[in-house]
């Protein structure tokens, strides 16, 4: 079989899914029976959070062609967060629940391999989000996302009264549980479930959905990709999250001002199967098998 230009795999699977350990050992079978060199040892993922340190090793990120995912949407993303700025592509292997960011399912593993290998894939570019946390006008916090970020309250606070702009344009103060600002992928996810419109996934838009607003007014916003949602959070009381693709959490505070925009870099998703958007959300929200 010809080997179209990849020499060495990274990978990176969830140590706390056997299914996730077993695939690793049927991946592992497949590069040395095709002569690719495979690397898993930095990229074990134990954890919610992790961080580019946990998995480059020196030079490992300069060596490497792509990064092999096994594990559900939660593992890719926590991977695509760590791995922003290399601008390495990702193929995922999905053994979660949704999938709508992995591309190979499990009974199909070895197939779309040799598809790889064969050069009979395309690469996706999706953006992402960055968003900058100002507390006394000094920078608090920098966190960048591939689905949202999110300003949300606790569990057992009051609504919470949000101050929210577009570039300067003031746009209202919502009373709300919170506001979502997407990317294209990420609009089907918790903005999706808020109400919020699905967008494909190549439209270079931002996406501001209410959750729970307490007025009628409040409605989904499509923004171009070049503007910059800036919210102030006005409220005093109770714990008011900022979370980045449901998985990191930082502790807001009165007045602090967080500016989300698009991210100077974006994720390459190896795609290696004719299934449209259409298809997976078919798929995926209505359980229907693909046609």
């Not at 020196?58 to 993303?77: F, K, P, Q, R, Y």
């Not at 009264?161 to 089907?188: H, K, M, N, W």
């Not at 439209?203 to 409040?218: E, S």
Request: proline fraction near 4%.
């Amino acid at each position: 079989m010809t080997n179209f230009g990849i020499r060495k795999i990274g990978l990176a699977y969830n140590t706390q899914k056997k299914t996730g350990i077993a695939l690793a050992s049927k991946v592992e079978e497949w590069c040395r029976h095709n002569q690719i060199e495979l690397d898993k040892s930095p990229m074990k993922i134990s954890e919610k959070s992790i961080k580019a340190s946990d998995l480059w090793t020196s030079n490992w990120e300069e060596t490497i062609d792509l990064i092999m995912v096994i594990g559900g949407d939660g593992t890719l993303l926590n991977v695509a967060r760590a791995v922003a700025s290399s601008d390495l592509p990702i193929l995922g292997i999905n053994v979660g629940n949704m999938g709508f960011l992995t591309e190979i399912e499990v009974p199909d593993l070895i197939s779309s391999l040799d598809k790889l290998i064969r050069g009979e894939y395309h690469v996706e570019e999706r953006m992402m989000l960055e968003a900058t946390v100002y507390r006394d006008n000094k920078k608090e916090g920098y966190f960048v996302g591939l689905n949202d970020i999110v300003v949300t309250k606790g569990a057992f606070s009051r609504m919470i009264r949000l101050e929210t702009y577009v570039d300067d344009q003031y746009i209202d103060t919502f009373p709300a549980d919170g506001l979502i600002i997407a990317t294209p992928t990420g609009s089907t996810a918790y903005s999706l479930s808020a109400g919020g419109p699905v967008v494909f996934p190549e439209v270079p838009a931002i996406v501001v959905t209410p959750i729970c607003p307490h007025t009628f007014y409040a409605r989904p916003m499509v923004l171009a990709s070049t503007h910059c949602v800036k919210i102030i959070l006005k409220s005093q009381w109770g714990e008011v999250m900022l979370t980045v693709d449901g998985q990191h959490g930082f502790k807001l505070e009165q007045n602090d001002t967080i500016m989300v925009q698009k991210a100077p870099y974006s994720i390459k998703l190896i795609k290696v199967n004719d299934r449209s958007f259409f298809n997976i959300l078919r798929d995926k929200l209505r359980g229907e098998k693909y046609r």
